[in-house]
């Protein structure tokens, strides 16, 4: 079954707005990364998050982590539309394996 | 420093034939991973391979399978070939059990 889950499956937003995705999980985590496909290509790495971090930045983009709601949200600031993409989050199951949730499909609108 | 290399990029197979995909990972990185990503069931692990070893296999049949080679190259092969096969088949380095280095995959059509 599939560890993380996205939330809302599409997002639809203007240019200039921010875009906020979330991602839920089952089980204990050693970290949680956020990843970008834009169609049909490979996945590209945003930002990973520990799991004893609570916040992190990395320029247009903020993580949260809430371990004890086993939640992750994902913010896009002043979106463009060259941020239209498909956004994953994925958990590291201690060292088993990667699980990628469904991920939420956002089209920015010029 | 080269990207993640899948080849080849597009093929067309038809059922009950064999494939082999190809994925040359980034140079230095030991670990390769494998995942199969459809409309229906999203990315789902295949398995992972570090140092000609397979660490970790998801749960898909054993038509499925993989090898790494020495300098960290891995294929994958599906036998038999199904319909629910046809997929974007990822590959993807690590240098170690962290960020994922993705290629730009592999599309993989069964008639």
């Known amino acids: 079954s599939q560890q993380g889950e996205e939330d809302p499956q599409a997002l639809s937003i203007q240019e200039g707005e921010n875009a906020t995705m979330n991602c839920s999980y089952k089980?204990?985590?050693?970290?949680l990364q956020w990843y970008r496909q834009n169609s049909g290509r490979g996945l590209v790495h945003l930002i990973l998050i520990r799991s004893n971090e609570r916040e992190k930045h990395s320029g247009r983009l903020r993580v949260t982590l809430d371990t004890s709601k086993k939640s992750s949200s994902l913010l896009i600031t002043a979106s463009r539309a060259a941020d239209t993409a498909s956004y994953f989050c994925?958990?590291?199951?201690?060292?088993?394996?990667?699980?990628f949730g469904p991920g939420t499909r956002l089209s920015v609108l010029p | 420093k080269a990207g993640v290399t899948q080849t080849p990029r597009y093929l067309i197979k038809t059922r009950g034939q064999q494939v082999t995909l190809s994925c040359s990972p980034i140079?230095?990185?030991?670990?390769v991973s494998w995942y199969q990503q459809t409309p229906g069931q999203g990315l789902q692990f295949l398995f992972e391979y570090f140092s000609e070893t397979q660490r970790n296999k998801g749960n898909f049949p054993g038509r499925f399978s993989g090898r790494q080679f020495s300098n960290s190259r891995s294929e994958m092969n599906v036998s038999t070939l199904e319909l629910g096969d046809s997929a974007l088949y990822l590959c993807?380095?690590?240098?170690?059990?962290?960020?994922?280095?993705f290629g730009e995959g592999s599309r993989l059509t069964v008639l």
């Open positions: 994925a958990t590291d199951n201690y060292g088993q394996n990667f699980v």
């Open positions: 993807a380095s690590s240098l170690v059990f962290g960020e994922l280095f």
């Open positions: 089980t204990s985590i050693n970290n």
């Open positions: 140079s230095g990185h030991r670990s």
